[in-house]
């Protein structure tokens, strides 16, 4: 069965601190792995990675995946209050179906 | 602005009531999804549609109905069948390429509460 596995569930650090979570996958035919930020209601889109590797960025956030090991990391440092959310990470497979893992809840205090 | 709209964001219902939750996107975007999030749980799929009149089941269809008559919208009905529906609905939208599915636009979500 395919699945998609996020740890930390929920993290609380302080402002300025580096965070690493992490997503885990076993999904058949392997397409793509995504990182959505969710603040209240509406899901966002962070970065979508195919390949072993290469590094995506975006300001203080980076991700990379390894298709080997079968996992993606997510790295945000400096973190703001503003990085308060729950970060919801999903694997494409088959017929273009997203998996999705149950989330990192980050609490940033200030 | 392009978007994809939800509506309504709070809904009360009876039990035995059948509810139609609105989704319309203005982005062009062929294929569209309804998932359902509840509390521990990740993101369901209850169904999706990749194309104007057709439309498939998500994992957790039962209980639940859709029509995609037009591009811009995909309503999704939340009948009396089914047996827990209290919970988070997402609707979200993405265009059909040949690669992946890419990034899914989201809706802010409509809140279905039964009583």
């Known amino acids: 069965e395919d699945k998609v596995v996020q740890s930390p569930l929920s993290l609380v650090v302080h402002e300025g601190d580096t965070v690493t979570l992490n997503c885990s996958y076993e999904v058949t035919n392997f397409r793509s792995l995504l990182w959505y930020k969710q603040e209240k209601k509406a899901p966002t889109f962070l970065f979508m990675l195919?390949?072993s590797g290469i590094e995506k960025k975006s300001g203080r956030l980076s991700s990379i995946l390894d298709k080997k090991e079968l996992f993606s990391i997510l790295n945000i440092t400096a973190t703001q209050t503003g990085d308060s959310a729950v970060y919801l990470c999903a694997v494409e497979g088959n017929n273009r179906k997203l998996i999705w893992g149950l989330g990192t809840s980050l609490a940033v205090n200030p | 602005d392009g978007g994809i709209t939800q509506s309504p964001k709070y809904l009360f219902r009876k039990e035995g009531q059948n509810v139609t939750l609105s989704c319309e996107q203005n982005l062009n975007h062929d294929a569209m999804y309804w998932y359902r999030q509840d509390p521990g749980q990740g993101l369901r799929l209850i169904y999706y549609?990749?194309?104007?009149?057709?439309?498939q089941k998500g994992d957790i269809a039962e209980g639940y109905s859709v029509s995609r008559e037009k591009k811009e919208s995909f309503p999704l009905t939340v009948t009396s069948a089914q047996k827990n529906p209290t919970a988070f609905y997402l609707c979200a939208s993405t265009s059909v390429g040949q690669g992946n599915t890419g990034e899914l636009f989201f809706g802010e979500g409509s809140r279905l509460t039964v009583l």
């Open positions: 549609s990749q194309i104007v009149n057709d439309f």
């Open positions: 195919t390949s």
